[in-house]
């Protein structure tokens, strides 16, 4: 299995712009999580789904976040607009109910003039 | 709420030394614990779990963790360290298996010196 897969893998944005991080979770896995990482906070979790169902958001920091999953293979977080606070990097991770070990992809390393 | 305190924030020792990184956490029942690693530029990868049994759990890449419930800790450790194993290490906690939310400790970076 080619792993979880995130896109793009840098991004370079002004502060303003929208910004659309992408995930594709390890086929079959019917959880995903999107966490993110800065050096005052460490990793947090953003939001995770269930079968595409968002179960938690409580970690999205405002309404500038959002994230989709419209089908079990894809998933996006959309930050609109972008401010230079938001330069982190931006990990995905996907599993199966049964499962008991998450798997991360290669993160989106974000940064927001 | 969970919460995991990695004491160390960096850590230096010698090639061939062994190696101990602490984890605490704070969770009411017994959790489901995890360590990872990130090499720079890099996502997570798991190198050991501990969910019940066996307080010694091994992992990959010849690390292995004891799990002590009467000190909230679950350290990390390796008898021989290698260049390779210059990285950033991650605590997790978690309320259930794979399926829930980890919480994670601000994490351990490791350095090796010849």
């Known amino acids: 299995d080619a792993g979880v897969i995130q896109s793009p893998r840098h991004e370079v944005t002004e502060m303003g712009q929208e910004v659309t991080l992408r995930c594709k979770p390890i086929?079959?896995?019917?959880?995903l999580f999107w966490y993110r990482q800065t050096m005052m906070r460490g990793l947090e979790l953003l939001i995770y789904?269930?079968?595409?169902?968002?179960?938690?958001d409580s970690g999205m920091p405002e309404d500038r976040f959002s994230a989709k999953m419209p089908n079990a293979s894809f998933s996006t977080l959309k930050i609109q607009p972008s401010e230079p606070r938001d330069s982190a990097v931006y990990f995905c991770?996907?599993?199966?109910?049964?499962?008991?070990?998450?798997?991360f992809g290669p993160g989106t390393r974000l940064l927001v003039l | 709420a969970q919460s995991v305190t990695q004491p160390d924030i960096h850590i230096t020792v010698s090639e061939g030394a062994s190696l101990e990184l602490r984890c605490n956490y704070s969770?009411?029942?017994?959790?489901?614990l995890f360590w990872y690693v990130q090499s720079p530029g890099q996502g997570l990868q798991l190198l050991l779990k501990?969910?019940?049994?066996?307080?010694l759990v091994q992992g990959i890449k010849g690390f292995e963790a004891e799990f002590k419930r009467s000190q909230s800790s679950f350290n990390l450790r390796k008898p021989s360290v290698h260049w390779s194993d210059a990285a950033e290490y991650f605590c997790?906690?978690?309320?259930?298996?794979?399926?829930?939310?980890?919480?994670f400790g601000k994490g351990t970076r490791l350095s090796v010196i010849a």
């Open positions: 789904f269930n079968n595409n169902v968002p179960i938690d």
């Open positions: 501990y969910f019940s049994g066996d307080t």
């Open positions: 086929s079959g896995h019917d959880y």
């Open positions: 991770a996907s599993t199966l109910d049964r499962e008991e070990t998450q798997y």
């Open positions: 997790a906690v978690g309320l259930n298996s794979g399926n829930t939310p980890l919480v």
């Open positions: 969770y009411g029942a017994t959790p489901y």
